[in-house]
């Protein structure tokens, strides 16, 4: 496994760790959990633009081609 280590300001870091008490959880998994919903969201929006850009434009690339 990989680490890597962030900078937080002291009030950002209190917001994490009352955010993860709230959700019964650490810190560590929390923002872990975070960057991977992110990492998803961003494939999956990035497909869908994605593929709406390849079929408004189908007709276009074909004649291209």
Excluded: W
Aim: glycine share 4%; proline share 2%; aromatic share 8%.
């Amino acid at each position: 496994m990989n680490y890597i280590t962030i900078e937080l300001q002291p009030k950002q870091l209190a917001k994490l760790q009352s955010l993860a008490d709230r959700l019964g959880t650490s810190v560590e998994v929390l923002a872990r959990s975070t960057i991977e919903d992110l990492l998803v969201g961003y494939d999956e929006k990035f497909e869908r633009a994605a593929h709406y850009v390849l079929r408004k434009n189908e007709e276009l690339y074909r004649r291209l081609a």
